[in-house]
């Protein structure tokens, strides 16, 4: 089972992931997990991924996809994984496309967590609020100014492989404004007729 997640930042993708990987017994495979491995392991993408963060610069697609495709050749990944912040564009996704299609293999779903914006705000507030109660720090990350940019690069560059998994027929919608339980409980359905 191949199960690629979708939802803009705040939707509950991580929680949910963590849920599916542990509940189908499948990795949850993040990009930037997957970048940290390969320059520990020092494998030849690893190399080229340590150098251009080195100079400060981005890793390219090429190098993202290609940690992908070294890290689902491993054995845990046999049986499936689950894919956390890739693709993250079209070109992405036409590369998963090929790097699945060189090794027999296809995606069996794309889960799209459908939430209000408006609503994530209101979650993004709360979530600080309680950390501020339990005398926990804030996140740096966690305020509404970053919290909106980082849902503009979503509306731009994420969401628009919604239309292209609905027109392949793996794209599956979730109501992501539902308890947490209710959440998984729908993915699990889904996931068992994939």
Do not use: W
Not at 29 to 38: E, P, V
Not at 82 to 103: C, N, S, V, W, Y
Not at 154 to 175: C, H, N, R, S, W
């Amino acid at each position: 089972m191949i199960v690629v997640f979708l939802g803009p930042p705040g939707a509950g993708k991580g929680t949910q992931a963590a849920y599916i990987s542990a509940k189908r017994d499948i990795p949850q495979l993040s990009t930037g997990d997957m970048l940290r491995a390969a320059i520990a392991a020092g494998s030849d993408v690893g190399r080229q991924a340590k150098a251009i963060i080195d100079r400060g610069d981005l890793v390219s697609d090429e190098i993202v996809a290609g940690i992908v495709s070294e890290r689902i050749d491993m054995s845990d990944c046999e049986s499936g994984f689950l894919l956390d912040g890739f693709p993250r564009t079209i070109e992405q996704a036409h590369m998963l496309d090929r790097i699945l299609a060189g090794k027999g293999r296809d995606i069996s779903c794309v889960l799209e967590l459908v939430v209000d914006e408006g609503a994530l705000v209101d979650r993004l507030n709360s979530r600080i609020s309680e950390a501020k109660a339990r005398g926990d720090e804030v996140r740096s990350d966690d305020n509404v100014e970053t919290f909106q940019k980082r849902l503009g690069v979503y509306q731009e560059q994420t969401a628009p492989l919604v239309p292209f998994y609905e027109a392949k027929g793996v794209l599956k919608k979730i109501d992501g404004m539902q308890p947490v339980e209710a959440v998984s409980a729908d993915i699990d359905r889904i996931l068992d007729e994939c």
